[in-house]
């Protein structure tokens, strides 16, 4: 079991515990519950790995990932969080107000696009040690980028870490095929532009439908 750091700043309980409820009652079909359960088996396993040997954890689209500073373990490896550059931007901003810099020493920032960049020479100029036993951890990510960018990345991942390296990932099964992709604006149009009314909808929400084979 990983044990967790304290000090990361977390909004206060109360708020906590309004945020909990607001969620489980407006989203009962479990979100949270399955994201505590995947960050809580992603920690147990990038600590197994650690321990296991591996120097060097890469958080592959870190997001707001915080196992680089409440994990103990990690300290004594070096962490590379790789995201997409602008969103590595706002975490950085939020780094500095709520991480001491002396608890993120062990951990080098990399800007990289996952379609577009190098994976391996992005790395290896942050410092990343080619051949070296590594946990990699790539988490609620492989769904957002297209299948070539995905087995680039396994293979530029493959022929980096060193052998008895760990890839830990989540993803989302390719025989799911989305047969409606509407924003709500497209969709409330379908039903009421035909009774000549024409209503405000968001079009940044979206409608999706699919179908599992
Ligand atoms: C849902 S978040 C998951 C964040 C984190 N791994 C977690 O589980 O909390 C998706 C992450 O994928 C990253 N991402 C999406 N497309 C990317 C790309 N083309 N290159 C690099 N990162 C990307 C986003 O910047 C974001 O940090």
Redo the contacts with the bound molecule.
């Keep these: 079991m990983a044990a967790v750091r304290p000090f990361l700043r977390a909004p206060a309980p109360a708020i906590n515990r309004w945020l909990e409820r607001y969620i489980d009652t407006r989203y009962p079909a479990g979100p949270r519950g399955s994201?505590v359960a995947?960050?809580r088996m992603?920690d147990d396993l990038t600590g197994e790995a650690s321990a296991d040997g591996a120097r060097q954890v890469v958080?592959?689209?870190?997001?707001?990932?915080s196992r680089a500073y409440r994990l103990p373990a990690m300290a004594r490896t070096t962490v590379f969080e790789?995201?997409?550059?602008?969103?590595?931007r706002s975490?950085q901003r939020l780094l500095r107000g709520a991480v001491h810099p002396g608890l993120r020493t062990h951990v080098r920032l990399v800007p990289?696009?996952?379609?577009?960049?190098d994976l391996a020479a992005s790395l290896r100029a942050a410092g990343f040690e080619a051949l070296e036993r590594t946990v990699v951890?790539?988490?609620?990510?492989t769904?957002?980028?297209t299948g070539e960018?995905v087995d680039a990345t396994i293979r530029g991942l493959a022929a980096l870490a060193g052998s008895d390296s760990r890839l830990i990932f989540?993803y989302v099964d390719r025989d799911l095929t989305l047969f409606l992709d509407l924003s709500a604006r497209e969709a409330a149009d379908r039903y009421l532009l035909p009774l000549g009314r024409h209503d405000p909808a968001s079009s940044f929400y979206r409608i999706a439908a699919a179908e599992i084979r």
Excluded: C, F, M, S
Aim: aromatic share 8%; charged share 20%; net charge negative.
């Design positions: 994201a995947r960050t992603i958080l592959l689209g870190a997001g707001y990932d790789v995201d997409h550059p602008a969103t590595q975490k990289a696009d996952l379609t577009v960049d951890v790539w988490e609620g990510v769904n957002y980028l960018a989540t």
